[in-house]
């Protein structure tokens, strides 16, 4: 267990809370772990009617730890961050995230995934796979082209620029930009707690309703990227560019 990631239940209500400010929530093998485990017994639990995932209202995440991915990359798609990810994706439960300052790498793939999502305007999100000799992760090579079209999509996967919160509520990457982090983590919540009154079993149903029509291509394509992100991982590439950053610090 680690500090790193707060888990607070309060009523049918399951927080993950990352808690790393240091490191601007990066995310580490042990971190993905508690929360790969976390969903996987809010999926569980009958209890359980919604998870929120937040950061602070300062910063969300800085996406994965860059000192974790030269050390211990993930080797195969049962490493960490696929079972994080795995476990998100077959969260049968409503996930809400709150979302401020940055949301860098997974930080903004993991969005993707969730179902409803609260920023505030001036969020920082980025996806540098590119930039750091790495590739797309987790559907985004999918579900990004399909939701900005090609062109829109290459700028933030090929070029890697960064994009505002408001930006990810104009393209649908997120439901509602709000004035501050603050408000983003307060909206995230009161929405979060409305799950306690809606039948749970209708909830449940609408989710799945909502994500099997594109599941299986869905599955196909994260095996794929997975596969091929282990492998740019290893590359010189990505080597180089990786120890540059923490180089740089
Ligand atoms: N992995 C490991 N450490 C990270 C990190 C990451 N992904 N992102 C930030 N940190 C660390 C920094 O090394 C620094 O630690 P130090 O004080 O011990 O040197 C600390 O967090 C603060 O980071 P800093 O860059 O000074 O903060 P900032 O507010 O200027 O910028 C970010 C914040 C998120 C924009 C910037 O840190 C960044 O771009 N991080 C890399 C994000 C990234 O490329 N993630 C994708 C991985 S696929």
Not at 35 to 63: M, Y
Request: proline share 4%; aromatic share 6%; glycine share 8%.
């Amino acid at each position: 267990m680690t500090d790193a990631i707060l888990l607070q239940r309060e009523g049918g209500l399951l927080t993950l809370q990352l808690n790393r400010p240091d490191k601007k929530n990066a995310l580490t093998r042990a971190m993905y772990t508690q929360l790969a485990e976390a969903l996987e017994q809010a999926d569980a639990d009958s209890g359980i009617r919604a998870v929120l995932i937040q950061g602070s209202n300062e910063c969300f995440t800085a996406g994965n730890d860059i000192a974790d991915f030269l050390e211990q990359p993930p080797s195969d798609l049962d490493s960490p961050p696929f079972h994080f990810m795995k476990s998100l994706l077959n969260c049968r439960k409503p996930v809400i995230a709150a979302v401020a300052g940055a949301a860098v790498g997974i930080g903004t793939t993991l969005l993707l995934h969730c179902d409803l999502v609260y920023i505030s305007r001036d969020a920082r999100l980025r996806m540098p796979f590119v930039n750091l000799g790495l590739c797309p992760e987790f559907g985004s090579s999918l579900i990004l082209p399909r939701l900005l079209g090609h062109a829109k999509a290459a700028e933030l996967l090929l070029l890697g620029e960064g994009f505002t919160g408001e930006q990810a509520a104009a393209w649908g990457i997120a439901t509602e930009a709000m004035g501050s982090g603050e408000a983003a983590l307060v909206k995230a919540r009161e929405v979060a707690q409305r799950f306690e009154t809606l039948a749970p079993g209708a909830v449940q149903v609408s989710k799945q309703l909502m994500k099997s029509v594109d599941r299986e291509q869905l599955r196909q394509v994260i095996e794929v990227e997975g596969a091929l992100f282990v492998q740019r991982l290893k590359s010189p590439e990505a080597i180089a560019a990786l120890s540059g950053f923490i180089a740089r610090r």
